[in-house]
């Protein structure tokens, strides 16, 4: 078996890309828990129907009577599955009952996905630019208001960027080498993906439009095609039958986040040309 080699300058990026997440980082791991990691986290716990998940919808109530008007155990699973594929919500409830809810634990998982994101946006960088691209890039991921803010919270937005770099990683690397072992591993992400937030299918239509325009240099069989196809399909057909069961996600779903995304797309350039 091949040893691994790191060099010098990959070891020293990335030991400061390390050094400066934890300082950021570390001090917000026992931060304060936020309406939607409350809110998130009697979700996770309402099939114990336990004391804790309880007291996460005895705070609803008092501190965010708004967000506690439809609140149900029942209910909510079904819309949160309805926003969210289930591996998160799954991971969560496995992770609160071996090591509790309090606010360090909750955020272990969000911080660990984020040191990820931070190292494989390296990676990325240094594949398609070179090393110092890839140290810029991910040095300004570090230090981003966002990725700070949402790495010490138990929601699934560090999660969703992290596989959607991994895949990233995986897809460049295999058209750049054209290695099977990584198209089979940007399968295993495809499906992670999937699992883990719907906009993944996003993704993969553009994925699987570069395979189909580069299949014969790459060797994609039709099998590929065949089951990305069913797997958009059923995935319309899911969007559509929860539109018309839960009138909720009309107004805080797919059709909100694509209309913001184009209005992001059409106002940032004018923005930064003012």
Same mark, same amino acid.
């Given at each position: 078996?091949?040893?691994?080699?790191?060099?010098?300058?990959?070891?020293?990026?990335?030991?400061?890309?390390?050094?400066?997440?934890?300082?950021?980082?570390?001090?917000?791991?026992?931060?304060?828990?936020?309406?939607?990691?409350?809110?998130?986290?009697?979700?996770?716990?309402?099939?114990?129907?336990?004391?804790?998940?309880? &007291?996460?919808?005895?705070?609803?109530?008092? &501190?965010?009577?708004?967000?506690?008007?439809?609140?149900?155990?029942?209910?909510?699973?079904?819309?949160?599955?309805?926003?969210?594929?289930?591996?998160?919500?799954?991971?969560?409830?496995?992770?609160?009952?071996?090591?509790?809810?309090?606010?360090?634990?909750?955020?272990?998982?969000?911080?660990?996905?984020?040191?990820?994101?931070?190292?494989?946006?390296?990676? +990325?960088?240094?594949?398609?630019?070179?090393? @110092?691209?890839?140290?810029?890039?991910?040095?300004?991921?570090?230090?981003?208001?966002?990725?700070?803010?949402?790495?010490?919270?138990?929601?699934?937005?560090?999660?969703?960027?992290?596989?959607?770099?991994?895949?990233?990683?995986?897809?460049?690397?295999?058209?750049?080498? &054209?290695?099977?072992?990584?198209? @089979?591993? +940007?399968?295993?992400?495809?499906?992670?993906?999937?699992?883990?937030?719907?906009?993944?299918?996003?993704?993969?239509?553009? #994925?699987?439009?570069?395979?189909?325009?580069?299949?014969?240099?790459?060797?994609?069989?039709?099998?590929?095609?065949?089951?990305? +196809?069913?797997? +958009?399909?059923?995935?319309?057909?899911?969007?559509?039958?929860?539109? #018309? #069961?839960?009138?909720?996600?009309?107004?805080?779903?797919?059709?909100?986040?694509?209309?913001?995304?184009?209005?992001?797309?059409?106002?940032?350039?004018?923005?930064?040309?003012?």
């Amino acid at each position: 078996m091949p040893k691994l080699h790191i060099s010098k300058n990959t070891f020293f990026h990335g030991s400061l890309l390390i050094i400066f997440y934890l300082i950021i980082r570390l001090p917000l791991i026992n931060g304060g828990l936020w309406h939607d990691e409350i809110y998130n986290t009697s979700i996770y716990l309402a099939p114990d129907k336990s004391e804790i998940a309880i &007291e996460r919808e005895d705070a609803i109530s008092s &501190e965010y009577p708004w967000l506690a008007e439809n609140f149900n155990r029942s209910s909510d699973w079904k819309r949160q599955i309805s926003l969210h594929p289930p591996f998160i919500s799954i991971f969560y409830a496995v992770w609160i009952k071996i090591f509790g809810d309090s606010e360090i634990s909750l955020h272990i998982p969000p911080i660990i996905a984020g040191i990820l994101t931070v190292i494989v946006l390296y990676l +990325l960088g240094t594949l398609i630019f070179d090393k @110092n691209v890839g140290f810029l890039a991910a040095l300004a991921l570090t230090f981003s208001a966002p990725h700070i803010t949402y790495s010490a919270m138990a929601v699934p937005a560090m999660f969703e960027m992290c596989i959607f770099l991994i895949s990233l990683y995986f897809f460049f690397k295999f058209m750049l080498v &054209e290695d099977r072992k990584y198209f @089979n591993l +940007l399968l295993l992400c495809n499906a992670m993906g999937i699992l883990i937030y719907y906009h993944y299918f996003v993704y993969i239509i553009m #994925q699987t439009a570069v395979f189909w325009f580069s299949k014969q240099r790459l060797k994609i069989t039709m099998s590929y095609f065949a089951v990305a +196809l069913l797997s +958009l399909f059923s995935f319309f057909w899911f969007v559509l039958y929860n539109y #018309q #069961q839960n009138k909720y996600l009309l107004g805080h779903w797919q059709l909100n986040d694509i209309k913001t995304t184009l209005k992001n797309i059409t106002y940032l350039p004018i923005t930064f040309s003012n």
